[in-house]
């Protein structure tokens, strides 16, 4: 079994998480909507993880939407003590599965109490505000009116910590002017590095980076020079793109997302990769 804490840990929240963490959202249906076509497969991907010492697993009620959560309180619940879900609010989803903007702060609150009933606790982790101006990628506009309704509804015990994601510099500012801000979650991979200068900032003030499409996402990622650095080291792409990213900064954490237990397994053992520096260079340049 992999040996997680190869990748080291990093402080998320008040908590200490392994590098290496897994990202639910694969759990759903097709399209992150409606139930997964194998839940015993789904419950069995969440169980081998936490067996395999994930201890940070990235979650939304969005997702299904409620079937990722309630899945995961059915195969965790009650949760290990050393266990940290991450949730995100700030889209709903449509009938036909559309994820719709939804930051009011009554959108908000409803979103959180989701999450709590669906997963069954009684406090989050944390929780990310997922900015929805655009829903292709970050923009600009204020995030000051969902941020106060996530801290008031951390006054009121329902959240531990609270993240931003999808979010430009500017709103990572702003945020961090209203409220202690644990995680920053951005779309980031080998080949989608527009957040290299945020990254490092982040990096300085001690807060948590997790790139999301860490493996290219709904286009898994598909390079020639990747696969001739993995066939030289006798790995996988995916486990390059995976060691790279956890090469880039210390601050960054993984929750590479997959349905199946056998590339949970690939992807864990990207934590025990060490990319040497001539593959590093090659990756570096694409
Ligand atoms: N904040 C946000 O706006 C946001 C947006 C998107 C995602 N997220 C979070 O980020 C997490 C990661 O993103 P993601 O799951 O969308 O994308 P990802 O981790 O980049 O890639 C997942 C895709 O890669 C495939 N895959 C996984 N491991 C593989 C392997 N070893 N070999 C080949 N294919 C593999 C998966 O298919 P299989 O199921 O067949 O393995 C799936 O199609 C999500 O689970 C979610 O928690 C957040």
Excluded: C
């Amino acid at each position: 079994m992999t040996n997680l804490a190869r990748a080291g840990t990093f402080k998320l929240g008040d908590r200490l998480v392994h590098r290496v963490g897994y990202g639910a959202m694969q759990l759903a249906g097709p399209g992150v909507f409606g139930p997964p076509r194998d839940r015993g497969a789904a419950i069995a991907v969440l169980r081998e993880a936490v067996a395999a010492g994930v201890d940070h697993i990235d979650t939304s009620d969005a997702y299904g939407p409620h079937v990722t959560n309630q899945i995961l309180r059915e195969a965790l619940h009650p949760y290990p003590k050393d266990l940290v879900i991450v949730t995100k609010v700030g889209a709903e989803r449509g009938p036909q599965g559309s994820w719709d903007p939804a930051m009011s702060p009554s959108a908000i609150r409803r979103q959180v109490d989701d999450n709590l009933r669906n997963l069954g606790v009684d406090t989050l982790d944390v929780v990310n505000l997922r900015a929805m101006f655009d829903t292709m990628g970050p923009a600009e506009g204020s995030i000051e009116a969902p941020l106060a309704a996530l801290v008031e509804l951390q006054r009121e015990g329902k959240l531990r910590h609270i993240g931003l994601s999808n979010v430009t510099r500017n709103q990572v500012e702003e945020g961090r002017a209203i409220a202690s801000i644990v995680s920053v979650q951005n779309h980031y991979n080998i080949a989608h590095r527009s957040d290299d200068a945020l990254i490092d900032s982040l990096a300085a003030a001690g807060i948590a980076y997790v790139p999301f499409f860490p493996l290219g996402g709904f286009s898994p990622l598909q390079s020639t020079t990747l696969s001739d650095v993995a066939t030289k080291l006798g790995v996988t792409p995916m486990q390059v793109a995976l060691a790279w990213l956890l090469r880039r900064a210390p601050n960054v954490l993984l929750i590479p997302g997959t349905s199946s237990v056998e590339h949970l397994r690939e992807n864990l053992a990207a934590a025990e990769l060490d990319l040497p520096a001539d593959a590093v260079r090659a990756v570096d340049s694409l």
